[in-house]
């Protein structure tokens, strides 16, 4: 059966928004959900509805497009839609699925749609990281090479994600924690809360807490991270 995802359609201009929602109206493995028209709106519908895609225009009064992701923690595929190709690199830094310029064509969505399909399509447990491997991580500071084993607490801030290193350093990248999740080894990373994942090789011990949470310390980090009771029995097991 064919996956049928949701999505938000953000722009400020009423004809623009009403063009593009007909376009993906045609198309019956998309359901437009929600429309916004400034980074207010759009912060409030998406939040409520957690759609699969947000379609989001650029350059909008007061705030732009950048504007609304700094302000959220949203895990789904962002399709920006402009009338300038100038945002393009900038896009693509964000972790942009896609980049159309108007006028958007139906053929265009159509095969936006298609890559979309495949890469949902695709096994998710064969991308996985190796726990010895090495990852290329790129900040506004420097660009370096760090060993997977070497990562004790990857914590989600908004829409990036900060990354502890066992020698004390922090990396904060534009990365939802969900694609973490699904790539480090499930064997080795545990989510523990909403915002944070953790390497259990570094987890010493668990505290009960209130409401059935936990605290968890981990080795080289300075305070406890907190557990939720959703996710306590994963990494209690993990220890039994």
Same mark, same amino acid.
């Given at each position: 059966? %064919?996956? =049928?995802? *949701?999505?938000?359609?953000?722009?400020?201009?009423?004809?623009?928004?009403?063009?593009?929602?007909?376009?993906?109206?045609?198309?019956?493995?998309?359901?437009?959900? $929600?429309?916004?028209?400034?980074? *207010?709106?759009?912060?409030?519908?998406?939040?409520?509805? #957690?759609?699969?895609?947000?379609?989001?225009?650029?350059?909008?009064? !007061? %705030?732009?497009?950048?504007?609304?992701?700094?302000?959220?923690?949203?895990? $789904?595929?962002?399709?920006?839609? *402009? +009338?300038?190709?100038?945002?393009?690199? !900038? +896009?693509?830094?964000?972790?942009?699925?896609?980049?159309?310029? !108007?006028?958007?064509?139906?053929?265009?969505?159509?095969?936006?749609?298609?890559?979309?399909?495949?890469?949902? $399509? *695709?096994?998710?447990?064969?991308?996985?990281?190796?726990?010895?491997? =090495?990852?290329?991580?790129?900040?506004? =500071?420097?660009?370096?090479?760090?060993?997977?084993?070497?990562?004790?607490?990857? %914590?989600? #801030? $908004?829409?990036?994600?900060?990354?502890?290193?066992?020698?004390?350093? =922090?990396?904060?990248?534009?990365?939802?924690?969900?694609?973490?999740?699904?790539?480090?080894?499930?064997?080795?990373?545990?989510?523990?809360?909403? #915002?944070?994942?953790?390497?259990?090789?570094?987890?010493?011990?668990?505290?009960?807490?209130?409401?059935?949470?936990?605290?968890?310390?981990? +080795?080289?980090?300075?305070?406890?991270?907190?557990?939720?009771? #959703?996710?306590?029995?994963?990494?209690?097991?993990?220890?039994?």
């Amino acid at each position: 059966m %064919q996956e =049928k995802y *949701s999505a938000v359609v953000i722009d400020d201009e009423r004809l623009a928004r009403q063009r593009l929602i007909r376009l993906l109206n045609k198309f019956d493995n998309v359901e437009v959900v $929600g429309e916004a028209y400034d980074v *207010s709106s759009a912060k409030r519908i998406i939040e409520n509805l #957690t759609p699969d895609i947000i379609f989001l225009d650029i350059q909008m009064p !007061k %705030q732009s497009g950048f504007d609304l992701l700094d302000q959220l923690s949203f895990e $789904g595929r962002i399709v920006f839609v *402009s +009338a300038y190709d100038n945002f393009a690199l !900038k +896009a693509f830094d964000v972790n942009a699925f896609d980049y159309m310029v !108007k006028p958007v064509r139906e053929d265009r969505i159509e095969k936006m749609l298609e890559r979309l399909s495949k890469s949902e $399509g *695709s096994n998710i447990s064969n991308q996985r990281f190796n726990y010895e491997d =090495k990852i290329f991580i790129s900040d506004n =500071k420097f660009m370096k090479f760090v060993n997977l084993k070497e990562i004790i607490l990857i %914590q989600s #801030t $908004g829409n990036y994600s900060k990354i502890f290193i066992q020698n004390g350093e =922090k990396h904060l990248l534009y990365r939802p924690l969900k694609d973490w999740e699904n790539r480090l080894p499930s064997n080795k990373f545990c989510r523990i809360h909403r #915002t944070s994942i953790v390497n259990i090789d570094y987890v010493e011990k668990l505290e009960k807490w209130f409401n059935y949470s936990f605290r968890v310390y981990i +080795a080289g980090f300075e305070a406890p991270v907190m557990m939720s009771k #959703t996710y306590s029995s994963v990494l209690r097991n993990r220890f039994s």
